[in-house]
């Protein structure tokens, strides 16, 4: 793959900016804890597609709370993943880890939603990248220097 070009992105309106973004980031992550909890919630009840796409949210909002962060949103699901590489992984702030899940868990939801296939072990696998996406992102935001 490519690598990917932040600047390019940004001047083709792929990653737009969002000056309030740091404003609302801490309630971007509260909206992911709710999802993890509401996975956790669904998985019980066996419900794993269900289950599957929440995890993956719980993901989505905790990475959009890091790219508000940086007064910027995304146009689109790939587009977050892509940024949240170019501004922290790629510096070495979040681990490779963190993009392998999270491109994972995209995979796991569109798959879920899209042709019906989904498994237990696929939302236990989701739902585990998502409590360590929010644990990740909650110490960066409280991390006063980035």
Sequence with gaps: MEKYNIQEAIEKRRIIPFSDGPKISFKELMTAKEDLRDAKETLARKRFKWATSQAYYAIFHASRALLYKKKYREKSHIQLVFAIKAFYVDKGLLPQGYYDNFIQALDLREMADYKSKFSKQGAQKSIQ??????????????????
Aim: charged content about 40%; cysteine-free.
């Design 129 to 146: 990248a998502a409590e360590e996406a929010i644990k990740l992102v909650e110490n960066l935001l409280k991390n006063k220097k980035f």
